[in-house]
């Protein structure tokens, strides 16, 4: 019973949980005491406090970035009092050595630039965090359709291996489908769900009022645009006398219906990017934000959209995030705030109208200039090529100087100072930089975030080894403290049918586990499988490890797998961790899309990699070579030799043996290394032609060290049909 409760916890914390930055927990800090304090001691805070940093690019006249600047050319201001800088670094977005970077930057012990000179060089590129914020309640339908077709071109063709991209919608109609991955499949289905959703006024007449025209009146007192409006309505009903009063009221009731409902739903287009925000406060390094909207309007009297938009901006800041807004209309001519319309058909108007159209598209635009420029970012206003946007703001955030100082004065240390960058003698140059910079929260405040952190990672000894699990399991993103890796793929075999197998590691040497100690260690382990309509197919495990005194084997991960049946669908698989002794927590989690093989359709399974040690180069690889462990982490050796093996499903064989080509690349970004002769599957192996199993090896000596793709094709020569897989891999 307690089982089979503790799935039905899984299933409602998994469905809560999954469906990301709308409803995402705030955790507020208690706040320090305000003790008075003696000069010595504000001496004491003064040597002892964190350093503040910002981050900021330099473009020349060309809008190229200005690389290999030095510390000493940068004049850094807050409140117009010259502050020294006790830390610079240039940095590569996405770089191995990014994270390390930013935390030495907001570190006591922060490396003068000298010290650290160097470190980026040859530094990796780990990929792009990249988030896609759909205002899709500002959305028109035209607009909605173009950013679509957008996305789903950038995946195609933009997006580059190792990237992690999220869509992200203000409605939340994406739902379970919003979440950071490199899987191109999940994210075309979250495009697919993107739908028309901006509910306009309701209204059967002839005179339209815009969200600007009734803040307008509402908010401005414009009396002008008022009495346009309704002689506008007056002359629709082609009436004069009694229904002035009639025109009166049902224009007073439709401009601040217009306007409640307009700042309604701005407050939540808000909240939800602000949500989005402290999320990515968890991930390392910079993010990049692309803010898609059709414009909305945030300088209303009585509401409280202008505070919220400065409070996302200053929480960028803390979370590294960078805003580039994008008014999906391009260049538009908008037939509701249209120059030339006029509603009067006798001719006759006040002029009002055709004063609007300018005034509305800077309002409409004006809070996506705010969070642009306040975040280091741009707005991208009047472009109708989203591909270029899309590529000039990843090339502009590629590379970004970071610079830190100890404040001398509470409003430098509370953020409240205006900070201003510039390049010495170098007027030609453009500093872009965020109008907020990040602030090392107060003692009491990362007290408390430590201590909540812990708890989610099931460090503290009041949670239930179920709770801890649980919570690792629904975790936003992976949790780290036992580091673990998880490999799945599908196959159909003629005993068991469409199998998902999924591969576990965790290492050895984060356990408790004594070595020459008769100590063991029990970890729980629980899993899920989550497609997109919310179907969950869940396990539980126990493992026990023992201790080994031999040195190999103490460097060797732990692995274990497990099966599951699945219909074909797209799934999340997650896999939860927690060590019964410490309580430590570790998860994994990957995308996978089964097809649905009974379709007849030409298939190529998983790819699943494995590794072996490298044979001498005079000895040849045996036909029929030994089974290999599957690796789960992908990370191989330089000295090793990676084996790949797959299935191909549904080959044509009318009578005759199928003719099946398989063509192999490696990739490094999008730089094709190696290209395999092409080779034929053997068909004289199995019995049965509908699955035909194929493997081959590549040798990794011939590889530098650093990430790679490893890329199959399959094509069926009678048909033309073929299918691809991919899978990522590390040399090291």
């Given at each position: 019973m307690r089982l089979r409760n503790f799935f039905i916890t899984l299933t409602l914390v998994a469905a809560a949980t999954l469906s990301l930055f709308l409803s995402l927990p705030v955790v507020h800090a208690q706040q320090a005491s305000q003790n008075k304090q003696t000069p010595q001691d504000e001496d004491v805070l003064r040597i002892k406090t964190e350093l503040v940093q910002t981050d900021l690019t330099v473009f020349d006249k060309q809008g190229r970035f200005v690389d290999g600047l030095r510390p000493e050319q940068f004049e850094l201001s807050l409140d117009g009092k010259p502050q020294a800088i006790s830390f610079f670094e240039r940095v590569s977005a996405g770089s191995s050595m990014e994270a390390a970077q930013v935390a030495a930057a907001r570190s006591d012990s922060a490396k003068s630039s000298e010290q650290s000179k160097g470190t980026t060089q040859g530094a990796a590129n780990n990929g792009r965090v990249i988030f896609f914020f759909l205002d899709d309640l500002h959305l028109s339908e035209a607009s909605l359709m173009r950013a679509r077709k957008a996305l789903g071109d950038f995946i195609d063709n933009q997006m580059q291996p190792g990237d992690q991209v999220a869509i992200v919608s203000a409605s939340g109609q994406i739902g379970f489908l919003q979440q950071l991955t490199d899987y191109k499949p999940m994210l075309r289905a979250a495009i697919n769900r993107l739908v028309y959703k901006k509910n306009p006024e309701t209204y059967a007449g002839k005179v339209p009022i815009s969200e600007y025209e009734a803040n307008q009146v509402v908010d401005n007192r414009n009396r002008e645009l008022f009495t346009y409006l309704v002689m506008a309505t007056i002359n629709e009903y082609q009436s004069q006398g009694p229904l002035l009063g009639v025109a009166v009221n049902m224009v007073r009731n439709r401009v601040r219906q217009i306007a409640s409902q307009s700042k309604a739903v701005t407050i939540n287009v808000l909240e939800v990017l602000e949500s989005l925000m402290r999320s990515s406060a968890q991930l390392p390094g910079r993010k990049l934000v692309f803010f898609m909207s059709d414009g909305f309007i945030a300088n209303t009297r009585g509401g409280n959209a202008l505070p919220l938009l400065k409070r996302v901006t200053e929480i960028a800041a803390h979370s590294g995030v960078v805003v580039y807004t994008m008014d999906a209309r391009g260049t538009f001519n908008d037939p509701t705030v249209d120059a030339g319309r006029n509603d009067f058909p006798d001719g006759m108007s006040s002029g009002t109208q055709a004063r609007t159209p300018s005034l509305e598209a800077a309002a409409m635009q004006e809070p996506l200039h705010i969070l642009a420029e306040d975040t280091g970012g741009r707005a991208i206003i009047n472009d109708n090529s989203f591909a270029d946007a899309f590529q000039q703001a990843i090339d502009e955030t590629s590379a970004y100087y970071l610079l830190a100082w100890r404040p001398d004065t509470d409003d430098e240390r509370n953020g409240k100072s205006k900070i201003k960058v510039t390049v010495k003698d170098r007027p030609d140059l453009r500093v872009r930089l965020r109008r907020s910079y990040y602030v090392p929260p107060p003692p009491a405040e990362a007290k408390a975030k430590s201590?909540?952190?812990?708890?989610?990672?099931?460090?503290?000894?009041?949670?239930?080894?179920?709770?801890?699990?649980?919570?690792?399991?629904?975790?936003?993103?992976?949790?780290?403290?036992?580091?673990?890796?998880?490999?799945?793929?599908?196959?159909?075999?003629?005993?068991?049918?469409?199998?998902?197998?999924?591969?576990?590691?965790?290492?050895?040497?984060?356990?408790?586990?004594?070595?020459?100690?008769?100590?063991?260690?029990?970890?729980?382990?629980?899993?899920?499988?989550?497609?997109?309509?919310?179907?969950?197919?869940?396990?539980?495990?126990?493992?026990?490890?023992?201790?080994?005194?031999?040195?190999?084997?103490?460097?060797?991960?732990?692995?274990?797998?497990?099966?599951?049946?699945?219909?074909?669908?797209?799934?999340?698989?997650?896999?939860?961790?927690?060590?019964?002794?410490?309580?430590?927590?570790?998860?994994?989690?990957?995308?996978?899309?089964?097809?649905?093989?009974?379709?007849?359709?030409?298939?190529?399974?998983?790819?699943?990699?494995?590794?072996?040690?490298?044979?001498?180069?005079?000895?040849?690889?045996?036909?029929?070579?030994?089974?290999?462990?599957?690796?789960?982490?992908?990370?191989?050796?330089?000295?090793?030799?990676?084996?790949f093996q797959a299935y191909i499903y549904n080959a044509t064989h009318n009578g005759v043996a199928p003719n099946i080509e398989i063509q192999t690349r490696v990739l490094k970004g999008d730089r094709t290394i190696i290209t395999m002769p092409s080779a034929r599957v053997p068909t004289d192996t199995t019995k049965d032609l509908t699955r035909l199993p194929y493997w081959a090896e590549i040798a990794l000596d011939q590889l530098p060290v650093g990430k790679y793709l490893l890329q199959v094709t399959a094509t069926d020569r009678a048909t033309k049909a073929s299918a691809t897989q991919q899978v990522s891999f590390v040399v090291e």
């Open positions: 201590e909540n952190e812990k708890s989610v990672a099931g460090d503290s000894s009041q949670v239930t080894p179920e709770e801890g699990l649980l919570t690792a399991l629904g975790a936003l993103y992976p949790q780290r403290t036992i580091p673990t890796a998880l490999a799945v793929g599908y196959v159909n075999t003629l005993d068991q049918g469409l199998t998902l197998k999924a591969s576990m590691q965790i290492d050895r040497a984060a356990l408790d586990v004594a070595t020459g100690e008769a100590k063991k260690s029990e970890v729980d382990v629980i899993g899920a499988a989550i497609d997109d309509r919310g179907i969950i197919v869940t396990f539980k495990q126990l493992l026990t490890i023992v201790p080994d005194s031999s040195t190999q084997n103490q460097a060797q991960p732990i692995v274990w797998n497990q099966q599951l049946k699945l219909q074909p669908g797209l799934y999340q698989v997650r896999v939860a961790v927690r060590e019964r002794a410490s309580g430590r927590t570790g998860s994994a989690q990957q995308w996978i899309e089964v097809p649905d093989l009974a379709s007849g359709q030409f298939l190529l399974s998983s790819l699943f990699l494995g590794e072996r040690k490298a044979t001498p180069r005079d000895e040849k690889f045996a036909a029929a070579p030994q089974p290999v462990t599957v690796d789960v982490d992908h990370h191989f050796a330089r000295a090793s030799i990676m084996r």
